[in-house]
């Protein structure tokens, strides 16, 4: 068992009790991702992955959204702070020469409007921190997700994202310094901001037993514009890419 799993399983028996104990409400688990091991898909990994999608109140934790507070709300519009996760980049294999890029959060404001369960559409824009010199950047995304019930206690659910970062953080995962191009083989690129990716998701929900459900889901990413003409993508990565997730989760009514 690694420590991230430990450290997960430890988080999802708090949770357990706190949601007992709080009223909080919504699904966690845990499970597995086969997906890219950095933005421009120079290899695929599998990951031992938390999954939350769990209210407070006002207060949201989601795998995709991160910690949320929507401090606005009016029919069906909400709007508040944002934190989340953003992970790094381990410079090795095909990418040895690169420099690492940490974790890092990502700090920000978000919208949505959501006036049914069933689909929302919304917005969102943050600041990266606890990168490395250099590193970091501005992120955004825009998108739509809906739901449907297929039978037998299925709901699957199809959700489309634009990715967006500024120059600063395009150039941290897609640029290549003279430095690094010396010490990697990858001809140097200075990459700009704009839209980065396009990413499709399915996702479905399968009831197992009352309070438990499978739950699992499988993404295409595109990437686009300064991303996709990186030398990074064109020298060891792809412009398509695909991610598969599945986790078992306990609803907490």
């Known amino acids: 068992m690694t420590r991230n799993t430990l450290a997960v ?3 999802l028996t708090c949770l357990s009790g706190a949601a ?42 989601s795998t995709d959204d991160g910690l949320t507070w929507s401090a606005l709300k009016s029919n ?11 992970p790094g980049r381990t ?35 943050g600041q990266a921190v606890g990168g490395g010199s250099g590193q970091g950047g ?10 449907y019930p297929l039978g037998g206690g299925v709901i699957g659910s199809s959700n489309l994202t634009a990715h967006f970062a500024d120059a600063q953080g395009t ?5 290549v310094s003279d430095r690094e191009a010396q010490d990697s083989g990858i001809r140097a690129y200075n990459a700009g901001g704009g839209l980065q990716n396009m990413t499709l998701t399915q ?11 499978l739950v699992t889901s499988a993404s295409w990413i595109h990437l686009t514009r300064s991303a996709a003409d990186s030398s990074i ?13 599945a986790a078992i989760a306990y609803k907490f009514d």
């Not at 069906?76 to 953003?86: D, I, K, M």
């Not at 996702?203 to 459900?213: D, G, Q, T, V, Y």
Request: net charge negative.
């Open 9 to 11: 399983m430890i988080a």
């Open 20 to 61: 007992r104990a709080d009223g909080i409400t919504g699904e966690a688990g845990v499970g597995l991702g086969y997906q890219p091991h950095d933005p421009s898909g120079s290899r695929y990994e599998t990951r031992p992955l938390p999954y939350l999608d769990l209210d407070w109140g006002d207060v949201s934790l």
């Open 76 to 86: 069906g519009f909400s709007a508040g702070p944002y934190l989340n996760y953003l």
């Open 91 to 125: 410079a090795n294999g095909e990418l040895r020469g690169l420099r690492d890029v940490p974790d890092m959060a990502e700090a920000g404001g978000f919208v949505q409007y959501a006036p049914a369960d069933f689909w929302r559409v919304f917005a969102s824009v």
């Open 138 to 147: 501005v992120f955004g995304r825009v998108g739509g997700e809906i739901g």
């Open 171 to 175: 150039q941290t995962f897609f640029g």
């Open 203 to 213: 996702s479905f929900e399968i009831p197992l037993a009352p309070h438990w459900s």
């Open 233 to 245: 993508v064109k020298a060891v990565g792809d412009t398509n890419q695909g991610e598969v997730q």
